[in-house]
């Protein structure tokens, strides 16, 4: 039975392959054939017309024949001359066309029926008086000289609406599906099993036509067969994802064919074992060729048809959740992530975010089929996505400050998003982790905002003013903690404006949250929907109340913050100092951050005298521990010196450690030198001696070794210096810089 199969299939591929040439034996053997029917039962038709019409066929004298061969001619010009002009010049739009034409059934059976009962016509002038052949006469005469005269002007009009690009394309679609559809057939399967070369055969169909199409989308200029092509592209993807699952294992052998063709010319051995095993041949081939088609379509500045692409992309994309084909819906989102690399290459070349700004919102629509599908880590995947290129984006901005409305668009797609989460009830820590994502969107890491326009920054941020109007959507929610988490990430912004500019910053983003309505004044690419409206204004002063409740706390720390600040502009002064002058650009941005960040926490009051205590000694030699050994203070040194310091004065808060702390910093960047940093050290460390009893220095020695392990990487002037400590103080304690990754520990 298999054999019978593998010989059906491949008789199948012939007539394919060979279809003019079959078509020709089917046409000359059926007119044969006719003619010996016709011939056999001449008699009787004959009796019948003479009895009926008075006319003698069997008579070749009683009518009249020699105009046939004329008419003949005629119908054959016509046709033939209809089919090369109109091929020729349909050809110009569908170069595709004449290879549809030579395996068209109807076409090639009406031609060559022509062409042979013209010849028919022609040889029956010399046979019929010595060979007394009258019915074939009659028959070529009157039978298929009728037939040919009644059915041409319908063939022109036939071939006409074939050659329309159109229709060229549909057939082309018909073709591929129609593969598709036969090789879960199991008689195609079971001769696939037992021969590769039909394999390839099957490849090189589906495969072959989609260049086709391909090749008549970039060939085409007309915007409706441009939408064909991609619509028809999109439901021949989503029809084989549907089937492929039913496919044998066999069809998704990587055979010559599939290596030969031009998109896979690149590919290496690893990258074709990976297709090979993740079965996606076809799907890659697919995106790959729409994403060309995406390139040429913003290239030509066809936005409309640009967006249609990703559009097709969502519908993709849901029949690959429908299919659950995790798979092929990893490569939909690599295809989503490409269009804007794409996108974003020719924004920044061109001036031009509207691509962009359209990619924006289907890429959202495909995050929103996730979220209905409760595909959370597709979710995230996304979202990290956004961030990523929105930082990319609002890195670039300066430059080009019409980006920045796509950060906007971006972050207003990711807001309705998160609503549709809140709807779904997805768990909160899901939903934060997301909403943070939403957050980072326009502060790209490490990236400083000292040359973004104040406007971009303050009050005219169309990105900030979206992530109030969803904390506006949180707090009518009831959703406190989503919304402080936005508050607490708007209070950022406090480290780069004093008090009174934050403010006043605040008040205009909600002013305008305040007056804004949900259509735009102005058309758009999505008409005249207002991104930045928020419905939810009746919680406008519930959030400014949190913001600035929220805002003195954070101030505080900002106060704090700002003197470890100072070290770091002192270290890197010293720097430039050591290098003749010179910083690197990383370092010249580090500087100015931070300078900027120290100006918005200056005061304009007169600085008041304050006398240096034994605290400031204490506060003194924390500092030196964390700063003085390795240049640098993290958080969570900042933390613990906080906490140390609070042993030895009880009643700390944030405003006596400010001043203190300010205070000592001072110091330490007047004495400038290393030397005299250290004197400064030895003689805190002998007026603490002479303040605090022997419990309390070993507390302190304590707090050191706290803040030498904060950072987890115990420096050799760290072990220095508490050792130093230990002597001058004549305590029974030792400390050596222990082994890799292990901890630094006070012994006896």
């Not at 326009?453 to 904390?471: E, F, H």
């Not at 004549?730 to 006896?748: A, I, R, Y």
Request: hydrophobic share 40%; aromatic share 12%.
């Amino acid at each position: 039975m298999e054999k019978i199969y593998q010989t059906l299939v491949r008789l199948n591929s012939l007539q394919f392959k060979y279809r003019t040439i079959i078509s020709f034996i089917i046409v000359f053997i059926t007119m044969v054939l006719i003619d010996i029917i016709f011939y056999t039962n001449f008699e009787i038709v004959s009796k019948y017309f003479l009895k009926n019409f008075n006319v003698d066929l069997s008579n070749p004298d009683s009518i009249d024949l020699t105009f046939a061969p004329e008419i003949w001619g005629g119908v054959l010009a016509m046709v033939l001359g209809t089919l090369i002009i109109v091929i020729a010049i349909a050809a110009e739009s569908s170069p595709k066309l004449m290879d549809l034409f030579v395996k068209d059934w109807l076409s090639l059976i009406y031609v060559w029926f022509l062409i042979l009962a013209s010849l028919h016509a022609v040889l029956i002038m010399f046979y019929v008086a010595p060979l007394e052949r009258a019915s074939s006469s009659v028959l070529n005469t009157y039978v298929y000289l009728f037939l040919a005269s009644l059915f041409t002007l319908p063939y022109i009009f036939y071939i006409l609406l074939y050659s329309k690009t159109s229709n060229v394309v549909s057939t082309i679609s018909s073709i591929i599906k129609t593969f598709i559809n036969d090789i879960k057939k199991p008689m195609i399967q079971s001769a696939m099993k037992n021969d590769r070369t039909i394999v390839g055969e099957y490849q090189k169909e589906i495969m072959g036509s989609l260049d086709q199409l391909d090749d008549l989308l970039a060939f085409t200029e007309f915007k409706e067969t441009q939408t064909e092509i991609i619509r028809e592209i999109s439901q021949i993807i989503q029809l084989y994802i549907k089937k492929k699952n039913r496919f044998d294992e066999t069809f998704f052998l990587l055979t010559d064919t599939i290596k030969s063709n031009a998109t896979f010319r690149t590919y290496t051995e690893i990258q074709y074992k990976e297709m090979a095993d993740s079965k996606t041949f076809y799907e890659v081939k697919t995106f790959r060729l729409l994403g060309s088609a995406y390139i040429k379509m913003i290239t030509n500045d066809r936005f409309d048809i640009a967006s249609l692409i990703p559009a097709e992309m969502v519908d993709i994309g849901k029949t690959c959740l429908e299919v659950k084909d995790d798979i092929a819906l990893g490569h939909v989102n690599i295809r989503f992530n490409t269009l804007f690399r794409f996108a974003i290459k020719h924004a920044y070349k061109n001036n031009e975010p509207r691509n962009l700004y359209n990619l924006a919102f289907h890429y959202a629509n495909m995050i929103q089929e996730y979220i209905k599908a409760d595909r959370i880590d597709m979710a995230k995947y996304c979202y990290d996505k956004f961030k990523f290129y929105a930082n990319d984006i609002y890195k670039n901005a300066e430059s080009n400050p019409g980006l920045y409305f796509v950060v906007d668009t971006l972050t207003f797609e990711l807001k309705k998003c998160q609503v549709l989460i809140h709807n779904k009830q997805w768990k909160d820590e899901d939903q934060l982790d997301l909403l943070k994502m939403i957050l980072q969107l326009d502060k790209p890491p490490g990236y400083s905002k000292d040359d973004v326009d104040k406007g971009i920054l303050g009050g005219n941020n169309g990105t900030r003013r979206i992530q109030i109007g969803l904390a506006l959507f949180y707090l009518s929610v009831n959703k406190i903690e989503f919304a402080k988490a936005i508050a607490e990430d708007y209070l950022d912004d406090l480290a780069y404006f004093d008090e009174k500019t934050f403010k006043s910053n605040a008040n205009t983003q909600c002013f305008l949250l305040s007056i804004f309505g949900p259509q735009f004044w102005e058309d758009t690419d999505r008409g005249t929907l207002n991104i930045y409206f928020a419905p939810e204004k009746d919680q406008i002063d519930s959030f400014k109340e949190l913001l600035f409740s929220l805002m003195d706390k954070r101030l505080e720390a900002l106060q704090r913050d700002v003197k470890f600040l100072s070290l770091e502009v002192d270290k890197l002064m010293q720097k430039r100092q050591r290098q003749d002058g010179y910083l690197n650009d990383a370092d010249k941005e580090q500087m100015e951050d931070f300078q900027r960040k120290i100006a918005a926490r200056s005061s304009n009051e007169e600085d008041i005298s304050v006398p240096w205590t034994k605290n400031n000694d204490v506060l003194y030699s924390l500092l030196c521990i964390a700063f003085f050994a390795d240049e640098e203070i993290d958080e969570s040194e900042k933390n613990i010196i906080f906490d140390s310091y609070k042993i030895f004065v009880p009643e700390l808060n944030n405003e006596i450690f400010n001043s203190d702390f300010g205070l000592t910093t001072s110091k330490f960047i007047d004495l400038k030198t290393e030397e005299l940093r250290q004197k400064q050290f030895d003689k805190s460390l002998i007026n603490i001696k002479e303040n605090f009893d022997k419990n309390n220095l070993s507390q302190l020695i304590e707090c050191y070794v706290d803040i030498a392990n904060a950072d987890d990487f115990i420096h050799e002037n760290e072990v220095t210096l508490i050792n130093r400590a230990i002597e001058a103080w004549n305590l029974d304690f030792k400390v050596g810089k222990p082994k890799s990754g292990k901890k630094l520990k006070l012994k006896n």
